[in-house]
């Protein structure tokens, strides 16, 4: 596990993050591990309750933890109201993004009609395609393609092969993961003469700055208009994103679900794995799906939304089916029974 080469004091890191530091000052951590697995130079937390029993035990230089904890820490704590926040911000100190050189590598393709900001980083293999730009300080990974009209903004990182197909805006400081596709056909086709028929896809798509997508997420470009993701939005693996999508600010999805076309997600939205949308529906403000859900109407109320089974025992869920296939009998049945009691009026 890589980190820093040179250890960041633990006095620094509780002034920095507004922590109260039980312990030496002077003692240094280098990198970050989980309670159980660390050793000296290590710095974990403990948000959890589940793995409060590994607290005791651990060999750690230094654990972040709530007040209620800290009496059990055997190592220096560092105290915070909320231990994981603390420990993702002195997790990106321990372990900052790699840094690349500018330049550009000699395998590169760049079309004579695009444009790379001298500050900006063009790895083995990439290609830019006309009318490509590259802002400052990007970075554009191994085997990446950058086609025609796409612009990827200042400080933002292309993971490899990560393909912008067409008019693709990125903005600034996005993070893309390796393999994704952002800008292909969306899925537009319609039943004519006994075949389909290929509606095209002309629109492009816009991502707002502070973006992060996981690897091998697909984003669609629009069928007439752009799909847009806004600022600050977290994308997970494997995700599908029809045409004409919106995303609002500070929205997160989980890997798995599948987004149809048009359907408009608001601000601030957490949408758990394996959730499905129909096309053509609208998302709220602040909504919170619960995983493998499936979305088949507007949402209009903020709230907590759920809708899948969990998992249980095989005979056990065969005979729920068996009785979720005999509801349409009962419903006649009772049916018949209240309009015999003169029941049926309602």
Not at 22 to 34: L, M, Q, W
Not at 169 to 197: E, M, P, S
Request: aromatic share 4%.
């Amino acid at each position: 596990m890589g980190g820093i080469e040179i250890g960041v004091s633990l006095g620094s890191l509780a002034t920095r993050f507004g922590c109260e530091l039980i312990g030496d000052p002077d003692a240094e951590v280098s990198f970050v591990a989980t309670l159980d697995h660390a050793g000296p130079g290590a710095i974990s937390f403990l948000a959890n309750p589940v793995y409060r029993s590994q607290l005791p035990a651990t060999r750690a230089t230094a654990v972040v933890v709530s007040d209620a904890d800290a009496p059990d820490c055997p190592t220096h704590a560092l105290v915070a109201a909320d231990p994981y926040l603390v420990f993702a911000r002195i997790a990106t100190v321990l372990h900052p993004p790699p840094q690349h050189a500018p330049g550009v590598h000699p395998s590169a393709v760049i079309d004579p009609n695009a444009r790379v900001d001298a500050s900006a980083h063009v790895a083995p293999l990439a290609v830019i395609g006309a009318g490509g730009d590259i802002g400052a300080h990007a970075y554009i990974g191994p085997g990446c393609i950058v086609g025609e009209r796409c612009s990827v903004g200042e400080s933002s990182r292309l993971g490899a092969n990560v393909t912008l197909v067409q008019d693709v805006t990125l903005g600034k400081r996005a993070l893309i993961h390796g393999g994704v596709v952002i800008g292909a056909d969306g899925f537009g086709h319609k039943w004519a003469d006994g075949g389909w028929l290929k509606v095209p896809q002309v629109g492009g798509v816009r991502i707002g700055d502070d973006v992060e997508v996981g690897a091998c997420t697909s984003i669609d470009r629009g069928a007439i208009e752009d799909t847009v993701v806004e600022d600050g939005v977290r994308l997970d693996n494997q995700i599908q994103i029809g045409h004409n999508v919106r995303i609002g600010a500070h929205s997160l999805i989980v890997s798995g679900t599948c987004v149809s076309g048009s359907v408009n997600i608001g601000r601030r939205c957490v949408i758990s794995g394996m959730v499905g949308f129909v096309d053509h529906i609208d998302i709220c403000d602040d909504v919170t799906i619960g995983g493998g859900a499936v979305v088949t109407k507007s949402i209009t109320e903020p709230g907590t939304y759920a809708g899948a089974f969990p998992a249980e025992r095989n005979f056990d869920w065969k005979r729920k089916v068996a009785s979720f296939r005999r509801l349409g009998s009962l419903r006649q049945r009772i049916d018949a029974l209240e309009k015999k009691g003169g029941l049926d009026e309602r």
